[in-house]
């Protein structure tokens, strides 16, 4: 797994090579357990979590218990959640598991 | 032999007297032109396959020799031409070389020179019209075996469909049916060792011998233990008998299937060839025996491989020679659905465009034994079996689903491939991981199924596991209300899937994909949000 991690002014931005799924998404958690088990104490003051999936054409179900996790983590920190997306079938997996009800969802334009 | 026709081509009066004679005292047959109309008039279509050669003078009024060479060459490239030049027209001999001249010649003639350069020009002439006399024969052949093996031939138990593809003009890759004793069908499938009109030969011959045989009665091993024989002892050369080592140089990979329908069996013995597949009406699939064996031709001691298998109404059996199976690991794709293109292709009356990956011959034939009553045609597209330690090996196992899928349904959509793939996906890595409990020792079946009439993609996954007590509307219920991170596999599998059913507690699943719509134009998505 090839994450990116960027942040820049109080948004970090936690960017996935590919696909979300069984096989790479322990990869991505335990990158988000080292984001939050830094903290503010690392002078890390952020309030928007972004998470790139613009390269993902596929997300399961273990991909999906990743991105709620995060998303609870955020939530107790007080920080909110953006999923930015490209694929339509992601969409639609997001949908189906009423995630997008509960996150922010970006669509960058074509 | 007749004396070879010569054209000589020459507006001066004596220089062509002198051209006819020089060659009319070699023997040749010799016919003179004045200039290159007379030429053309000579050389009609229905006259220029009777000359062997042209000598042509360059410079002539109206048309000169390098025109009329051209002319000639258009109509027929393996006629030899001799250009006659002079001196100051040296330079024109890159360029008559260049229009295909075989020879020049320079002026003044020399008779010896003319005379040797005739011969040179006749027996290039000959070599040419043998090759190509050569060529369309082997054509001949392959489309004589196209002819045969093209036929979807109609038997009262059955249909059998051929799928040929022959990547050589001729080959020995054959295969030949027949109803025999009124209650038995043969099947042969034939692989001989080249692709030249040799090989095509020794597959007609050997086709031939066997159907000749068994109309004496003779059984395959009989048939097999004797062409072995005459493979060895009269076309191969026998090496050392004391280390048993033979010069092989013919060898027949064959596999031959005898269905009884009274004793509702098949008898298959397969020598060098793939192991059939044999698919039941419900879809389960097998491999009929073991793929390899030893090729007629090979040993003196034949290892004969037989199998009997029970068949039953509607069931099918595969026939593929290793060519068809070469082309299927090419591509990276399974077997069945290679099986799949190859029908599909031949109901669109179209080539498969997957075929041009083919590096062999491709040769793959089908038996259906009819159904009583008529049942829905099912095509196996998948079939393979993980053990619960393959589970990290899960994106290697869904590209291949991929690559499977899209070659035998090419119209399947992105959104439906996605569904497919994530749902087979989630159920594979139950089964691995529950229901194998990640063991070497355990294995889950994995199966995809067309249905071509309903345009039904059928998955179904089997483990050994115990089940599962997952309440799917329960979750449902649950998930509405909060967000849950656990079990979300088979929620989602329930909302991709047409049609979701558990058995054996949950240890077996079957999906149903209905191809017949898009999922991505049917999910009600609000694609405005921020």
Not at chain 1, 47 to 68: Q, R
Not at chain 2, 239 to 245: K, L, P, T, V, W
Not at chain 2, 411 to 424: G, K, N
């Amino acid at each position: 797994m090839n994450q990116n991690l960027e942040i820049k002014d109080e948004t970090i931005t936690l960017r996935v090579d590919g696909d979300l799924v069984s096989t790479n998404a322990p990869a991505l958690r335990g990158e988000i357990d080292r984001l939050f088990e830094a903290g503010d104490g690392a002078g890390l003051a952020w309030k928007v979590c972004k998470l790139d999936l613009t390269a993902a054409a596929m997300i399961d179900s273990v991909g999906l218990n990743t991105v709620v996790g995060l998303l609870k983590r955020a939530q107790q920190r007080g920080a909110r959640l953006q999923l930015v997306y490209s694929n339509p079938n992601v969409r639609r997996i997001l949908s189906f598991t009423r995630l997008d009800k509960h996150l922010e969802l970006i669509k960058p334009p074509e | 032999m007749p004396a070879p026709h010569i054209l000589v081509v020459e507006d001066d009066p004596i220089g062509r007297d002198l051209l006819q004679i020089a060659l009319a005292n070699r023997g040749y047959s010799v016919l003179a032109a004045a200039n290159a109309a007379e030429a053309q008039e000579c050389l009609s279509p229905a006259k220029i396959n009777g000359f062997e050669c042209v000598v042509t003078d360059y410079r002539m009024p109206a048309m000169n020799g390098l025109e009329l060479l051209g002319w000639i060459r258009e109509r027929d490239p393996g006629l030899a031409t001799i250009l006659v030049t002079a001196q100051c027209e040296k330079e024109l001999v890159a360029d008559s070389l260049r229009g295909g001249a075989i020879d020049f010649i320079d002026k003044p003639v020399d008779i010896k020179t003319l005379q040797q350069a005739v011969a040179r020009a006749v027996e290039q002439t000959r070599r040419y019209r043998h090759m190509a006399e050569s060529e369309s024969a082997v054509r001949e052949i392959g489309r004589t075996q196209q002819r045969i093996l093209d036929a979807h031939r109609i038997h009262g138990r059955g249909i059998v469909e051929v799928h040929f593809y022959p990547k050589h003009e001729a080959g020995g890759d054959y295969f030949t049916h027949f109803q025999f004793g009124g209650d038995r069908l043969f099947c042969l499938l034939t692989d001989v060792s080249g692709h030249d009109p040799q090989a095509a030969y020794v597959s007609a011959y050997f086709q031939g011998y066997v159907r000749g045989l068994l109309q004496r009665n003779a059984t395959v091993p009989e048939i097999f233990y004797g062409f072995n024989r005459l493979l060895l002892r009269e076309w191969n050369q026998d090496g050392d008998s004391a280390n048993g080592e033979t010069n092989v140089e013919t060898s027949v990979a064959a596999c031959a299937v005898q269905v009884d329908f009274s004793n509702r069996t098949a008898r298959v013995f397969a020598q060098g060839t793939p192991a059939p597949v044999y698919l039941s009406q419900d879809g389960a699939v097998g491999v009929v025996g073991e793929s390899g064996g030893t090729p007629l031709g090979w040993f003196p001691t034949l290892p004969l491989q037989q199998v009997i298998h029970p068949i039953a109404d509607g069931n099918s059996l595969y026939l593929w020679t290793d060519g068809f199976e070469d082309l299927a690991d090419r591509l990276g794709v399974s077997r069945l659905s290679l099986a799949c293109a190859l029908q599909q292709a031949k109901e669109r009356s179209q080539p498969p465009a997957c075929i041009q990956a083919a590096n062999d011959d491709v040769l793959m034939a089908v038996v259906h034994l009819a159904a009583p009553e008529p049942a829905e045609d099912l095509r196996p597209l998948i079939s393979e079996s993980y053990h619960g330690g393959q589970s990290t090996e899960i994106d290697e196992m869904q590209s291949y689903w991929r690559r499977s899928l899209a070659i035998a349904i090419p119209e399947l959509t992105d959104s439906q491939m996605h569904d497919i793939l994530l749902a087979s996906r989630e159920i594979m890595l139950n089964a691995l991981i529950h229901g194998c409990a990640r063991r070497a020792d355990r294995k889950a079946d994995f199966q995809i199924a067309y249905l071509p009439k309903s345009r039904t993609l059928r998955v179904r996954v089997d483990d050994p596991g115990p089940g599962h007590r997952f309440d799917i509307a329960r979750q449902e219920r649950l998930a509405a209300l909060e967000l849950v991170e656990a079990q979300q596999g088979l929620l989602l599998v329930e909302r991709l899937a047409s049609h979701l059913a558990f058995e054996r507690g949950g240890a077996g699943v079957k999906m149903d994909f209905k191809l017949s719509s898009d999922p991505s134009t049917e999910a009600n998505v609000n694609e405005s949000e921020p």
